[in-house]
């Protein structure tokens, strides 16, 4: 099914550790972001990319990296995790970036934990 | 730069009873507006959006939401709630310029819990 989906959707690691989360799309869209959502601070962008080999930092980009070899795969790295990248993570694609509509493609989460 | 501000943080009503989720939205240029609905354990899906024309905007499930530019608002409305739309609610905000794409400046989430 088309989609986006991402990898895993439960986390827990400890601090000092690297995690990766996948994410991969299949309607080819040029655009896909990370956010993250904690309480009271809503989503927050972490990261952004416009294409394949394409990134570009958002809000809150200290602590993590991420690439983009293939348009439908942009994963995000916690080089070291810290207690403080706790949080539900959510991948997003683009569509229409030309008309710039705004419409975001949200999976499913990943709710990491860091002990 | 953006940003949204979603004045309650949670909202409780009864079923079948109207609400209205406010926002309101700082630019200095002009922008796209967002509305997105998220349930539980779930990812974010668009409700609707205003990109220009007409200021009342209508979305899925019933939803609809007018832009008013003198007041930089954008409130979300439904004239009876389900359980169902028991849900987080985000308004988000992008800046209407080539450029942009989609990097959508989101409000802290208003959290709409409907009663039986």
């Known amino acids: 099914d088309a989609g986006i989906t991402q990898s895993p959707r439960y986390k827990i690691t400890e601090t000092g550790r690297q995690v990766t989360l996948m994410c991969h799309q299949t309607?080819?869209?040029?655009?896909m972001f990370w956010y993250r959502q904690d309480l009271g601070h809503g989503l927050r962008l972490i990261y952004y990319?416009?294409?394949?080999?394409?990134?570009d930092k958002g809000e809150v980009p200290d602590g993590y990296v991420v690439s983009r070899s293939k348009t439908e795969n942009f994963p995000l790295t916690l080089e070291s995790a810290t207690r403080s990248q706790t949080s539900v993570y959510f991948c997003?694609?683009?569509?229409?970036?030309?008309?710039?509509?705004?419409?975001?493609?949200f999976g499913e989460g990943s709710r990491l934990t860091v002990l | 730069a953006q940003s949204v501000t979603q004045l309650d943080s949670q909202v409780p009503v009864f079923e079948e009873a109207p609400v209205e989720l406010r926002c309101n939205y700082s630019?200095?240029?002009?922008?796209?507006l967002f509305w997105y609905v998220q349930y539980p354990n779930q990812g974010l899906q668009l409700l609707l959006k205003?990109?220009?024309?007409?200021?009342l905007v209508k979305g899925i499930n019933g939803f609809e939401a007018e832009f008013n530019k003198s007041q930089t608002s954008f409130h979300l409305r439904k004239p009876s709630v389900h359980i169902s739309d028991t849900a987080e609610y985000f308004c988000?905000?992008?800046?209407?310029?080539?450029?942009?794409?989609?990097?959508?400046?989101f409000g802290k989430g208003t959290k709409l819990s409907v009663k039986p």
């Open positions: 997003a694609s683009l569509r229409g970036w030309g008309s710039n509509t705004g419409e975001l493609f």
């Open positions: 309607w080819s869209h040029s655009y």
């Open positions: 990319s416009a294409a394949a080999d394409i990134t």
């Open positions: 630019s200095s240029v002009s922008v796209y």
């Open positions: 205003y990109l220009s024309g007409s200021t």
């Open positions: 988000a905000v992008t800046p209407n310029y080539g450029g942009s794409q989609g990097n959508l400046i």
